[in-house]
């Protein structure tokens, strides 16, 4: 079993840049690939990126490719999504969620985090 605490989030102004990162307790966190999403009231839960358990692999959805960086350092039991050129329909609560594959809908992943808030204003 994994658990994830996000952490990183706050109120940021357009262009400006944050680093969030998803901590895991365990030992097997090497173990997971770690998704990022992000959700806005009301609308579904949106992927954002993805990376694979050695952190060779990276897949990443159009609206952040460039803009957004996921990473992890396996020996912190952490991973890392590094956010520039952030714009207002950024803002959302961000989640990390871990599966033993890399996938990119969040209903098949087991394992999130409660969430951290982004609110980047213009």
């Known amino acids: 079993q994994v658990q994830l605490v996000e952490s990183g989030g706050g109120l940021v102004q357009a262009g400006g840049s944050l680093r969030l990162s998803c901590a895991a307790s365990?030992?097997?966190?090497?173990?997971?690939?770690i998704g990022w999403f992000r959700q806005v009231p009301g609308k579904v839960r949106e992927f954002l990126a993805v990376?694979?358990?050695?952190?060779?692999?990276?897949v990443y959805a159009d609206s952040v490719k460039g803009r957004f960086t996921i990473s992890r350092d396996n020996a912190k039991n952490t991973a890392y999504l590094q956010m520039n050129s952030l714009k207002p329909e950024d803002t959302a609560i961000y989640y990390c969620a871990a599966n033993l594959a890399p996938r990119t809908m969040p209903a098949e992943y087991f394992y999130w985090g409660q969430g951290t808030q982004v609110t980047v204003s213009s």
């Open positions: 990376v694979s358990w050695s952190g060779g692999s990276t």
């Open positions: 365990g030992r097997t966190f090497s173990s997971y690939a």
